[in-house]
Structure formats: C-alpha cells, structure tokens
C-alpha cells in the first residue's frame, strides 16, 4: 500500500522560513514526477512546485525565487524550503506522487496545515 507521509508545518511569522518534508512508502514503479500543491481557504488546490526524477523542478509564479523544492531518489522523499513566508501562503500543503509502472498513478498525502500569521 503506497502512503505518503508529510511533516513540517505549522504556524511562522511572515518573513519566516519552513520546511516541509514527504517521504513516499510502498511504491513499486518509477517516481515520475514527485511535488506540493496548496488549498487556501475558499480557494482551489494549486500547484506550487514538483521536480521530476531527474531533478528537472518547476515553481507557480507566486513563489519563484522564495521556495526551492528538492528530492531524494534513495529515500523516495521531497521537502519543499519555503523563505520569506508571506500570509497568503497560508493553506494546507499536499504531497503528491505520481508513478509510472505501466499505467500512471497519482498519489497525494494527508495534508500538513501552514499558517503565516504575525
């Protein structure tokens, strides 16, 4: 059974760094593509950052130049740094995995809560 566990979050003050952290268990396959993707309140989950297995990364708009996603093979993890955290950063953050063995599959964490708040 594929899991995806995160860890990280929690309440900063703006301007503050955080990093979170997800590490996949129970895959069988090539990790294509691992990343995060956000939920603010009243908003649609977006995409905020995802690297491919040969360290190709992409960020949204919003936060180029103040995260930095990173990915370890062996360990089948992805932490995301984020720097100069800024309120509408708050949301809740979801690791996904998406898995080629044969046929492409999507897996997503449980979420982890980041709160910006002074």
């Known amino acids: 059974q594929v899991q995806l566990v995160e860890s990280g979050g929690g309440l900063v003050q703006p301007g503050r760094s955080l990093t979170l952290s997800c590490t996949a268990s129970?895959?069988?396959?090539?990790?294509?593509?691992m990343g995060w993707y956000r939920r603010a309140p009243g908003k649609e989950r977006e995409l905020v950052a995802d690297?491919?297995?040969?360290?190709?990364?992409s960020y949204a708009d919003s936060v180029k130049g103040r995260f930095t996603i990173s990915r370890d093979n062996v360990k089948d993890t992805v932490y995301l740094q984020m720097n100069t955290l800024k309120p509408e950063d708050t949301a809740v953050y979801y690791c996904?995995?998406?898995?080629?063995?044969?046929?492409?599959?999507?897996?997503w964490g449980q979420g982890t809560q980041v709160t910006v708040d002074s």
């Open positions: 690297v491919g297995d040969h360290g190709s990364p």
């Open positions: 996904n995995a998406q898995v080629l063995r044969g046929r492409l599959d999507v897996y």
């Open positions: 129970g895959i069988i396959g090539r990790v294509l593509l």
